[in-house]
């Protein structure tokens, strides 16, 4: 099955994401708002706060040429905030001090320090860095904390990158990347219905899905998932569509989700949870 949203990757950078320590939520969410809009989210890497590993990383999703390319983590004041200078060493391109960047952290630290947030409002040299972007980058501002993302174009790809707190991910990406993505691909739609089924092992459902996927595709795709509610055996459905005719879509999901549960009750089946 061949879904149609442009191709979109995702880069999460983290040591605490490798260790255990931080659960991916940043990687779970982009997926999502990425697959609402329209996109597909085709890969999700996970890697270290090394330099080389990142630029090399970089290089490598960029030989893939997806449409966005947007990372998390790594923007920050500290050592091992390496994001940039990894971005930059894969792109070849040096880090320039970029002065909206720079006015909009000094105001940063002003707020914070008006507010008894900070100790000292001044520019270290700490601070500084988080205004040291990949050469032609855009800064993208943070209406929640301090380091700017950025967006930077390479080929066919724009690359995003955003700070790892979630709250700041998510601010920057609905009021700056979100139309970004709108403006680059255009108005893709993705079409989902979810029901719940009991007293029906997956295996036995395989093959009304297999008919189903046989008698839909390739609009849609069609994935079951096992639930735990013990005693009882129960299984989700979850049907989708992507594409820009969204009238066609529905159609089609409607009438795939409509056939499946006519075929689980035909099996003795019970759909308690309908979300279509």
């Given at each position: ?128 860095k988080m205004a040291l972007l990949p050469l032609g980058s855009r800064p993208l501002q943070n209406p929640v904390g301090v380091a700017p993302g950025i967006l930077i174009e390479r080929g066919e790809t724009k690359i995003v990158c955003l700070p790892g707190v979630p709250e700041e991910l998510k601010s920057i990406f609905k009021d700056s990347v979100k139309k970004e993505i709108i403006r680059e691909i ?91």
């Amino acid at each position: 099955m061949e879904l149609k949203g442009p191709p979109f990757e995702v880069l999460s950078i983290g040591n605490e994401l490798l260790i255990g320590k931080t659960l991916n939520t940043n990687g779970r969410w982009l997926a999502r708002q990425i697959t609402l809009l329209g996109g597909f989210c085709t890969r999700m890497t996970v890697i270290r706060d090394d330099l080389e590993e990142i630029s090399s990383t970089f290089r490598e999703i960029l030989q893939r040429s997806p449409r966005f390319l947007i990372s998390s983590g790594g923007l920050g004041p500290t050592y091992d905030d390496l994001t940039l200078e990894g971005l930059s060493k894969a792109l070849g391109i040096p880090l320039k001090l970029h002065k909206d960047a720079l006015s909009w952290i000094i105001k940063k630290y002003r707020d914070l320090y008006v507010r008894g947030v900070v100790r000292d409002p001044g520019l270290t040299a700490q601070r500084r860095k988080m205004a040291l972007l990949p050469l032609g980058s855009r800064p993208l501002q943070n209406p929640v904390g301090v380091a700017p993302g950025i967006l930077i174009e390479r080929g066919e790809t724009k690359i995003v990158c955003l700070p790892g707190v979630p709250e700041e991910l998510k601010s920057i990406f609905k009021d700056s990347v979100k139309k970004e993505i709108i403006r680059e691909i255009g108005h893709y739609r993705f079409i989902e219905s979810r029901f719940i089924v009991q007293d029906i092992s997956e295996s036995s459902l395989a093959p009304i899905v297999e008919e189903a996927v046989r008698a839909y595709s390739p609009l849609l795709y069609i994935k079951t998932h096992p639930r735990d509610r013990s005693p009882n055996v129960t299984v989700e459905f979850h049907i989708t569509s992507q594409g820009r005719d969204g009238k066609l879509l529905e159609n089609r999901v409607s009438e795939a989700t409509k056939y499946l549960k006519e075929r689980v009750k035909k099996l003795g089946g019970k759909i308690i949870e309908d979300t279509s």
